[in-house]
């Protein structure tokens, strides 16, 4: 939880702490961090990173292209377009029957309950595989951002980069002011003591 200390005065500074800090019954005894101390670490982090640059480029890319391909999904995708088309002539085809000629309409209704059900069924699998192709393609542009970021980064940090901060991290994780694991977009972990 990022707080704000003395927000009017000259002794103004941001802190980092445990949401579950004062949670009754589990309070995390986790001492508070300052962001100029996060941000420190941050250049330690990224320079040990920066150290294996181009090794971690090629392991990022490969595993980029192994976690975030789409061609299954596609292909299971298209064939899902092309079930929802078969039932939607069939749907079409029985309610034009219908209105031609007298049919027994509790037949009628019970065929046409049983395509919408299938059809129902078959759209939420195409919904699904939508929402994970979308999701691949998301972390796709993540492990791109982090890949650019990477390449761009010409020498060792000197100063922290809010932009850098970005494209590079994922989550840090902080059990002390002496163990902090910073997690990159690629799933690189480095550990700053």
Sequence with gaps: MRILRHSNDKYRRVIYRCNKKYDKGCKCKTLHITEDEIK??????ANELFSEKDEIIENTKTMMNMVCNTDDLDKELGDKVVELNIIAGQMQTAIAENSRTALDQNEY???????TERYNTIKADYDK?????????AQ?????GFIRALEKQGALVEEFDEGLWSSLVQKVVVKSKDDILFIFKNGFEIKTR
């Excluded at 209704?109 to 395509?115: F, N, P, W």
């Excluded at 595989?129 to 393609?137: A, M």
């Design 129 to 137: 595989i939508s929402e994970q192709i979308e999701s691949k393609k």
């Design 140 to 144: 796709r542009e993540l492990f791109k």
């Design 40 to 45: 420190e670490m941050f250049i330690k982090a």
């Design 109 to 115: 209704e019970r065929r046409y309950a049983d395509l």
